[in-house]
């Protein structure tokens, strides 16, 4: 299994839509072969047509924003001592995340298609908040289906749906998260797909949603090479590219354009979401050792039980919380080009405290397991190593989260100081039974 240099990684498959031989693929019902099918080729046609690429760059200079900038974070590289940590704030772009590149290219393709109608998932909702934006700027009619827990905890991104025109489509099934929300996302399509365009929110799925994804989100990466080389003179010699890793959709955008440079000048560090420090529960089937199993339509690592049946997950990141991963990271975790860790969910709670109290930086959830793995090894290095973290999201999402975590942690520090306060005063005489009573309070 080896990777191809000079082609890019979307393109890296078999005939049959593998990557590595394994990885990948089109699992679909007969009922979905004709449109996937007609995507593929109708695809293969737009990504060289001119017209179709200077409408594409129009809309990303012009509707989306870029490029999105490149800062060094001075204050939390002095901090930390050792490597310097610059980001790539992607959280810039028209709507606050990298998902805009997907749904804007999703909806020209969908106009080009002729169809009037979009369909897409969402789990943190910026995949569907994004579309919901793209399908009201190109004027098509827009279902999102997002889990119901997702609905309960991402509502300010619902709200924006709800105001771009979209209809959000609720999933009380399984976990009721982006897994299952995926999962009723394609059953409609099935259903619709004469005079509906769907659009799969990350680098997961059959094989063409993969490839789709992928070639919108390595605009990303295009824009970094200009800028290190600008700011750099050069692509230095030693750069840590770390990025969150859910499907996989911002990873690959961040990494495309330096998967052909040697691993010792240019490692690329995904970071998956570990979940609860004391759970079993996680959404990293790349770094907790799990076996290949077959999720919406596609091969890759999947989070299962011995029977190979799905396991729920748990993460405090909604836009990470999902049981499988692109096949493409799949191959680079094979063939070594990647390495993959994963930041539990305080970690990641505490990483956004620490950038966002040090810099003019307010990451989401997401990319702040990306930051908790940055902040963790940065002081093993020198100032001769450069971190580029893609800051791939903004928190403003999660600020209920975020505010309800900080809220619970504050107040059990405050009831555990209080409890130590009066039995080092002695505030009361009390017996050893009632000073073990009082020491248990909860935190």
């Known amino acids: 299994m080896k990777l191809k240099k000079g082609i890019p990684l979307i393109d890296q498959h078999d005939q049959q839509g593998f990557w590595g031989g394994k990885f990948g693929g089109s699992f679909i019902p007969e009922t979905l072969k004709k449109p996937v099918e007609d995507l593929t080729n109708e695809f293969k046609k737009l990504r060289k047509d001119k017209k179709f690429l200077r409408k594409r760059d129009f809309y990303f200079k012009n509707y989306i924003g870029t490029p999105t900038s490149f800062v060094k974070l001075d204050n939390l590289t002095n901090q930390l001592g050792g490597a310097q940590i610059w980001a790539k704030v992607v959280s810039e772009a028209n709507g606050g995340a990298h998902?805009?590149?997907?749904?804007?290219?999703?909806?020209?393709?969908?106009?080009?298609?002729?169809?009037?109608?979009?369909?897409?998932?969402?789990g943190a909702g910026y995949a569907g908040k994004m579309l919901s934006m793209a399908a009201k700027k190109f004027g098509l009619k827009c279902k999102i289906f997002m889990g119901a827990k997702d609905i309960k905890r991402q509502k300010p991104n619902c709200d924006a749906m709800r105001k771009n025109g979209a209809e959000i489509v609720p999933v009380y099934s399984g976990s009721q998260t982006l897994v299952d929300a995926v999962s009723e996302c394609m059953r409609y399509w099935v259903s619709n797909c004469d005079n509906t365009h769907m659009c799969v929110g990350s680098t997961v799925g059959p094989n063409i949603f993969v490839k789709i994804?992928?070639?919108?989100?390595?605009?990303?990466?295009?824009?970094?090479?200009?800028?290190?080389?600008?700011?750099?003179?050069?692509?230095?010699?030693?750069?840590?590219?770390?990025?969150?890793?859910?499907?996989?959709?911002?990873?690959?955008?961040?990494?495309?354009?330096?998967?052909?440079?040697?691993?010792?000048?240019?490692?690329?560090?995904?970071?998956?979401?570990?979940?609860?420090?004391?759970?079993?529960?996680?959404?990293a089937p790349l770094s907790r050792k799990t076996k290949i199993g077959i999720l919406h339509g596609a091969a890759s690592y999947v989070c299962q039980n011995k029977e190979g049946q799905i396991n729920e997950t748990e993460s405090i990141s909604a836009g990470l919380d999902y049981p499988g991963v692109s096949p493409m990271h799949c191959f680079l975790k094979d063939t070594k080009r990647a390495r993959y860790t994963y930041a539990t969910d305080e970690e990641a709670l505490n990483a956004h405290q620490m950038v966002t109290k040090y810099e003019n930086l307010n990451p989401s959830l997401e990319p702040s397991h990306a930051f908790?793995?940055?902040?963790?090894?940065?002081?093993?290095?020198?100032?001769?190593?450069?971190?580029?973290?893609?800051?791939c999201g903004d928190s403003y999402k999660d600020k209920d989260i975020i505010k309800s975590r900080l809220k619970k942690t504050a107040k059990d520090v405050i009831n555990t100081d209080t409890v130590k306060t009066k039995l080092n005063m002695g505030e009361a005489k009390m017996t050893s039974s009632e000073k073990k009573k009082k020491s248990e309070t909860p935190c």
């Open 213 to 283: 994804c992928g070639w919108s989100t390595a605009q990303i990466s295009r824009e970094l090479k200009v800028q290190l080389k600008s700011e750099f003179k050069k692509i230095p010699n030693k750069i840590k590219l770390i990025n969150c890793d859910g499907g996989g959709s911002s990873a690959y955008g961040f990494w495309s354009e330096f998967i052909d440079y040697d691993k010792k000048q240019i490692e690329l560090i995904g970071v998956e979401a570990g979940g609860p420090k004391n759970s079993k529960l996680h959404a």
């Open 372 to 391: 908790a793995e940055a902040i963790k090894i940065a002081p093993n290095f020198n100032e001769n190593t450069i971190f580029c973290v893609n800051s």
């Open 99 to 122: 998902k805009i590149y997907n749904a804007t290219v999703h909806a020209l393709i969908c106009k080009a298609m002729g169809k009037k109608y979009i369909v897409g998932d969402t």
